[in-house]
């Protein structure tokens, strides 16, 4: 696999793993308890929470993902920094307010793409919906290298 390749699978396989982790961290659960329920040996799934996960296929992250029913969207782009996931559905909601118009803007093409459109409003609803996740999580790892830098 070339660089490129290599950092965008890196990047993508990073973030599921960390929506994993936020779903054990929510099933307020024993690591072997939240193992179980996802199928998988404990010392994995603590691999997982750890952000260790190099060594970890994206395939595997993806089947622990479905079985935890998180419903995400994998993007790649032109750049390895465009490659993320974003993740959707009401359940995942919370009431909490945001500072960043770009993850409110996020958040309302989202909702809008879930009412009834036409399937052409749906495809442009969804389109542009990637391209703000796309900017956020840009900006969010510029401004966390800018933050490494500063220390």
Do not use: C, W
């Not at 909702?111 to 749906?122: A, F, G, I, N, V």
Request: glycine residues 6%; positive net charge; hydrophobic residues 40%.
């Amino acid at each position: 696999m070339s660089f490129p390749d290599s950092a965008t699978v890196a990047a993508l396989r990073s973030d599921v793993a960390l929506q994993i982790a936020r779903y054990t961290h929510r099933l307020g659960t024993t690591q072997l308890a939240a193992a179980r329920q996802l199928q998988l040996p404990q010392p994995t799934l603590s691999k997982i929470v750890n952000g260790r996960v190099s060594d970890l296929s994206l395939e595997l992250l993806i089947r622990v993902a479905v079985r935890a029913g998180i419903p995400m969207t994998l993007q790649t782009g032109q750049v390895p920094q465009e490659a993320g996931v974003f993740v959707s559905g009401s359940r995942l909601r919370s009431s909490r307010t945001s500072q960043s118009k770009l993850a409110d803007a996020a958040r309302a093409s989202l909702s809008q793409s879930e009412q009834r459109l036409t399937p052409s409003q749906r495809l442009k609803a969804f389109l542009e919906h990637n391209q703000l996740i796309g900017a956020l999580q840009q900006a969010g790892r510029a401004a966390e290298a800018q933050r490494v830098r500063a220390t």
